[in-house]
């Protein structure tokens, strides 16, 4: 496991996401209501950038065909994407962001 400091939180409004790299992975970074978690910022469905999308409700739009995910678990909510995304631990401390990424698996 590794711990970077990858955003601050004053960057990420809330409802908004940020797309950041880790450790060579692409991850979204997604405020909501003042709480940030950390998806894998790669599409199920066919590898698009969730990041760049729009979040909805607690979800990850995807900005390709609109797949959408639920950024807490991962799952996905909304065709076409099927398989969840990556979710990864976030550590908040004062306005630095933390990310574990695993490669265990
Ligand atoms: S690549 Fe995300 S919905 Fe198609």
Do not use: W
């Amino acid at each position: 496991m590794t711990a970077a400091a990858v955003a601050k939180v004053s960057d990420i409004p809330p409802g908004k996401m940020r797309p950041v790299e880790v450790d060579g992975l692409r991850v979204a970074l997604c405020n909501v209501d003042g709480k940030i978690y950390a998806i894998e910022d790669v599409c199920t469905h066919d590898d698009g950038p969730l990041g760049e999308g729009q979040l909805v409700d607690g979800q990850a739009e995807c900005p390709r065909h609109g797949a959408r995910f639920d950024v807490k678990s991962g799952q996905a909510t909304r065709m076409p994407a099927i398989m969840p995304v990556r979710t990864f631990p976030v550590r908040v401390e004062g306005d630095s962001i933390y990310v574990e990424v695993g490669h265990g698996d």
